[in-house]
């Protein structure tokens, strides 16, 4: 475990090994023993070894639940007929993990020429 200070970018990934039901964390998080914008980097195992297919999906339901309502509250006028009884496709809300280039260049793609030209940029097949 170590001490991240403010400045110090954490490092993250998650690797599941199925073959061995466990899934490798690396993590940062706030403790209250820790100063303000300090975190601790840990790496933690998860072994599923032990849990039924069902609990794995039931603690898995709880995460998608919570993405779910996030789409949820930004519906201005939710009605019965969208939100009732609905039916979701989990992999719609599985969190892809990105370097931060990746995010950079996702980021990226929505700016529109102008806003691209006033960093001093140029889309790539602009350049060709």
């Given at each position: 475990?170590?001490?991240?200070?403010?400045?110090?970018?954490?490092?993250?990934?998650?690797?599941?090994?199925?073959?061995?039901?466990?899934?490798?964390?690396?993590?940062?998080?706030?403790?209250?023993?820790?100063?303000?914008?300090?975190?601790?980097?840990?790496?933690?195992?998860?072994?599923?070894?032990?849990?039924?297919?069902?609990?794995?999906?039931?603690?898995?339901?709880?995460?998608?639940?919570?993405?779910?309502?996030?789409?949820?509250?930004k519906d201005s006028k939710p009605?019965?007929?969208?939100?009732?009884?609905?039916?979701?496709?989990?992999?719609?809300?599985?969190?892809?993990?990105?370097?931060?280039?990746?995010?950079?260049?996702?980021?990226?793609?929505?700016?529109?020429?102008?806003?691209?030209?006033?960093?001093?940029?140029?889309?790539?097949?602009?350049?060709?």
């Amino acid at each position: 475990m170590k001490k991240l200070l403010k400045a110090e970018v954490a490092q993250k990934s998650t690797r599941a090994t199925p073959e061995n039901s466990c899934v490798e964390c690396v993590h940062a998080t706030v403790h209250p023993s820790l100063g303000k914008d300090e975190r601790f980097q840990m790496a933690w195992s998860l072994n599923f070894e032990n849990l039924s297919e069902q609990e794995i999906m039931e603690a898995a339901a709880e995460h998608f639940i919570i993405k779910i309502r996030r789409v949820f509250a930004k519906d201005s006028k939710p009605q019965d007929a969208d939100w009732d009884n609905a039916q979701f496709d989990c992999k719609e809300f599985v969190t892809a993990r990105m370097t931060r280039v990746e995010k950079a260049a996702k980021t990226l793609q929505d700016f529109s020429d102008e806003e691209l030209a006033a960093l001093g940029l140029t889309r790539a097949s602009e350049k060709a």
